[in-house]
């Protein structure tokens, strides 16, 4: 739990130099680039994220405000939406992939060799 604390703060950091906005916000829009369409519902999107409701529904606000997303209504209940990815929120994914993946490489790949990455790997996929 150390080691994820300390690589989370190091990449949090990378993306705040390169002026970006936190790590939360690329787990939910690759979670709706990948998404059928692009959408999807927030309960959807806190199972597929670590996300609580309650951070999640402040975090979509703000992706919101800023043009990433936006809301549809979810014809089936009056009370759902979907949330939709903006092209701006295709792009604003990708730039931050293009600082996020140097940061994994940094952080973590280059700290390990490739047979210690693979027995990682292997070990990491056996908790999920």
């Known amino acids: 739990m150390r080691a994820q604390k300390r690589v989370l703060a190091a990449i949090e950091k990378d ?40 951070n999640l529904s402040r975090l979509i606000d703000r992706l919101e405000k800023e043009g990433l997303v936006r809301r549809e209504a979810y014809d089936e209940d009056a009370r759902g939406c979907w949330v939709v990815v903006s092209e701006a929120g295709r792009a604003m994914r990708a730039r931050m992939w293009e600082t996020y993946s140097r940061s994994i490489e940094t952080h973590v790949g280059a700290k390990l060799s490739d047979p210690d990455a693979r027995k990682l790997a292997t070990l990491l996929s056996r908790l999920v």
């Open 15 to 54: 993306f705040k130099a390169a002026g970006l906005p936190p790590l939360g916000w690329y787990d939910v829009l690759w979670e709706l680039v990948k998404a059928e369409a692009g959408r999807l519902r927030p309960f959807e999107i806190e199972a597929r994220t670590l996300l609580a409701q309650y």
